[in-house]
């Protein structure tokens, strides 16, 4: 599972700090930053157990920084088409004339 934060982190020097204390929590995950993107991205692709939101905050938090969870967001105009066609092929099965 991937959990994906924005953070206030500026400098790698303090990306490498906070990155010794997430490794502790999460040894078997992989966490990375991306401090050029505009949000200073924290990323912790943690495997299959999803990451610990409440305490990757904390962590940043105790240690002043900034840090909340960005949620997966799917453009409206991407996922219409899919609904639309769901919705459609879902009407015709409970009508009877399947295509």
Do not use: H, W, Y
């Not at 490794?23 to 930053?33: K, N, V």
């Not at 993107?37 to 905050?57: F, M, N, Q, V």
């Amino acid at each position: 599972m991937i959990e994906i934060f924005k953070t206030n982190v500026e400098t790698e020097g303090e990306a490498a700090f906070l990155k010794s204390f997430l490794s502790e929590l999460f040894p078997a995950a992989r966490i990375t930053f991306d401090l050029d993107d505009c949000d200073r991205i924290l990323r912790i692709e943690a495997g299959e157990e999803p990451a610990d939101l409440l305490r990757t905050t904390e962590i940043l938090f105790n240690n002043g920084f900034f840090c909340e969870v960005l949620e997966d967001a799917i453009p409206l105009q991407i996922l219409r088409p899919k609904l639309e066609k769901r919705i459609s092929f879902t009407f015709k099965n409970s009508m009877g004339t399947l295509e």
